[in-house]
């Protein structure tokens, strides 16, 4: 391995990834809505039997009753109630391997005070303050650069940028871009304790802590330099060092973990996003045109893809006490699977589901989940993309898909993206 260079490693686990979550399913959408008509409320461990596809719930599937639910309305009301509907068995599971600090997992009292600590790092105001920086990165080193050859994939950008605008405003040091990509290969790599078949998952689970230790490791090293320092700077390390709510300040050991438990999803979801966003850019007759000449639809162009292409298909919860849902009583103790790419296209919420629409008005959707435990780093995401697109748009002239070369597809049962998005420009 150690011919392969960090940028190879992060390729590799991203693939990895994304092979875990391909599925069976080759229409998800069209089995989505087949449950939402038929079987709204479904007995059973869906996810595992149709989609094929691991979940959160790690090792504990299938050792307790599951339902999955596919309307939006079930859907919201299942991850707005954090009291009825809870996260804690996911501390059982990937948990286990992250010192149970993890924001995911956790419920009540414990979860509302650190989302109080975190919270104002990454609100709008907050995180337009890292704009320059996010739009200085993309530009100088992943747009201009690529100008002269005149085409490109745009997913070899669209794997490293999320990276590299992470871990610059996480606080690492901007000298050493390369390492950026050994450390988001083990941020990956942590999601390799969630495996189907069990004997992968034992593996996994040893590749998971290892990358756990590592990542922990490094960060540590950063946290310890900038309290030493002061933590005078506007990075997300300083930030947390200051941060406080109640009284209550965090520690090197919960700003190194909490800021580790953020990572995965930081290149992750963008990463995916970014493929869904360029894929209708440039195959819906007349947007990139429309959208060339008016910025102001970029984020409504974001806001669709989240809509309409979720790269998170599904969230799990589990329940505190019995209840009932569209007329099925579900025990206490039960894992709920809530479908999240049927709501978000759920009929009755949203005219012409199917159809990609920004001009739509837009309603609340699940691509970054919903309630208490909505991704935290969601306007973070969105800003990168909003720098990515408009750097494209600016750069690259009459920026369209590459006639020689496959259309851009997004699949997958979950973590859904487009493997290779190719384009020309003049």
Same mark, same amino acid.
């Given at each position: 391995?150690?011919?392969?260079?960090?940028?190879?490693?992060?390729?590799?686990?991203?693939?990895?990834?994304?092979?875990?979550?391909?599925?069976?399913?080759?229409?998800?959408?069209?089995?989505?809505?087949?449950?939402?008509?038929?079987?709204?409320?479904?007995?059973?461990?869906?996810?595992?039997?149709?989609?094929?596809?691991?979940?959160?719930?790690?090792?504990?599937?299938?050792?307790?009753?599951?339902?999955?639910?596919?309307?939006?309305?079930?859907?919201?009301?299942?991850?707005?109630?954090?009291?009825?509907?809870?996260?804690?068995?996911?501390?059982?599971?990937?948990?286990?391997?992250?010192?149970?600090?993890?924001?995911?997992?956790?419920?009540?009292?414990?979860?509302?005070?650190?989302?109080?600590?975190?919270?104002?790092?990454?609100?709008?105001?907050?995180?337009?303050?890292?704009?320059?920086?996010?739009?200085?990165?993309?530009?100088?080193?992943?747009?201009?650069?690529?100008?002269?050859?005149?085409?490109?994939? /745009?997913?070899?950008? #669209? &794997?490293?940028?999320? !990276? *590299?605008?992470?871990?610059? $405003? =996480?606080?690492?040091?901007?000298?050493? +871009?390369?390492?950026?990509?050994?450390?988001?290969?083990?941020?990956?790599?942590?999601?390799?304790?969630?495996?189907?078949?069990?004997?992968?998952?034992?593996?996994?689970?040893?590749?998971?802590?290892?990358?756990?230790?590592?990542?922990?490791?490094?960060?540590?090293?950063?946290?310890?330099?900038?309290?030493?320092?002061?933590?005078?700077?506007?990075?997300?390390?300083?930030?947390?060092?200051?941060?406080?709510?109640?009284?209550?300040?965090?520690?090197?050991?919960?700003?190194?973990?909490?800021?580790?438990?953020?990572?995965?999803?930081?290149?992750?979801?963008?990463?995916?996003?970014?493929?869904?966003?360029?894929?209708?850019? /440039?195959?819906?007759? #007349? &947007?990139?045109?429309? !959208? *060339?000449?008016?910025?102001? $639809? =970029?984020?409504?162009?974001?806001?669709? +893809?989240?809509?309409?292409?979720?790269?998170?298909?599904?969230?799990?919860?589990?329940?505190?006490?019995?209840?009932?849902?569209?007329?099925?009583?579900?025990?206490?103790?039960?894992?709920?699977?809530?479908?999240?790419?049927?709501?978000?296209?759920?009929?009755?919420?949203?005219?012409?589901?199917?159809?990609?629409?920004?001009?739509?008005?837009?309603?609340?959707?699940?691509?970054?989940?919903?309630?208490?435990?909505?991704?935290?780093?969601?306007?973070?995401?969105?800003?990168?993309?909003?720098?990515?697109?408009?750097?494209?748009?600016?750069?690259?002239?009459?920026?369209?898909?590459?006639?020689?070369?496959?259309?851009?597809?997004?699949?997958?049962?979950? &973590?859904?993206?487009?493997?290779?998005?190719?384009?020309?420009?003049?």
């Amino acid at each position: 391995m150690s011919n392969v260079s960090n940028a190879e490693k992060l390729e590799q686990a991203y693939a990895s990834v994304s092979d875990t979550y391909r599925g069976l399913t080759e229409d998800l959408y069209g089995a989505c809505r087949q449950m939402r008509e038929t079987t709204p409320v479904y007995e059973g461990d869906y996810i595992a039997k149709f989609l094929g596809v691991p979940t959160n719930a790690g090792l504990q599937a299938g050792t307790r009753p599951t339902y999955a639910v596919f309307k939006y309305q079930d859907v919201m009301n299942v991850l707005k109630d954090a009291k009825r509907f809870t996260s804690s068995f996911i501390l059982e599971g990937m948990g286990k391997v992250w010192d149970g600090l993890m924001i995911l997992g956790m419920d009540g009292e414990a979860h509302r005070h650190v989302r109080a600590l975190l919270q104002p790092a990454f609100m709008p105001d907050n995180v337009n303050k890292w704009r320059p920086k996010i739009d200085r990165v993309v530009r100088e080193d992943f747009v201009l650069p690529m100008l002269p050859k005149k085409k490109a994939d /745009l997913m070899d950008m #669209g &794997l490293h940028f999320p !990276v *590299r605008v992470m871990y610059a $405003l =996480v606080g690492f040091p901007e000298n050493d +871009a390369d390492e950026y990509n050994q450390y988001a290969a083990w941020a990956l790599s942590m999601l390799a304790a969630n495996q189907l078949d069990k004997a992968k998952a034992e593996e996994g689970r040893k590749i998971a802590a290892q990358s756990v230790k590592s990542l922990y490791d490094a960060l540590m090293v950063q946290v310890k330099q900038r309290r030493a320092e002061g933590a005078k700077g506007d990075d997300l390390i300083s930030r947390l060092i200051n941060a406080e709510y109640e009284g209550h300040k965090l520690d090197d050991h919960e700003v190194a973990t909490f800021a580790r438990s953020l990572l995965p999803a930081a290149g992750e979801t963008t990463t995916r996003t970014f493929s869904a966003a360029m894929t209708f850019l /440039l195959t819906v007759p #007349g &947007l990139v045109e429309r !959208v *060339r000449s008016d910025r102001t $639809l =970029v984020p409504k162009l974001i806001d669709e +893809a989240v809509r309409f292409e979720p790269s998170s298909t599904f969230k799990v919860r589990e329940t505190a006490e019995d209840v009932e849902i569209g007329g099925v009583t579900i025990p206490k103790g039960s894992f709920v699977q809530c479908m999240v790419a049927s709501a978000n296209r759920d009929p009755s919420v949203f005219e012409n589901p199917d159809v990609f629409d920004i001009d739509r008005r837009q309603k609340p959707s699940f691509g970054f989940g919903f309630g208490p435990h909505m991704c935290i780093g969601q306007f973070v995401a969105k800003l990168e993309l909003l720098c990515a697109i408009n750097a494209l748009l600016d750069l690259c002239p009459n920026l369209r898909l590459d006639p020689e070369q496959p259309s851009p597809r997004i699949e997958g049962a979950h &973590l859904r993206g487009a493997k290779s998005v190719h384009v020309i420009w003049d």
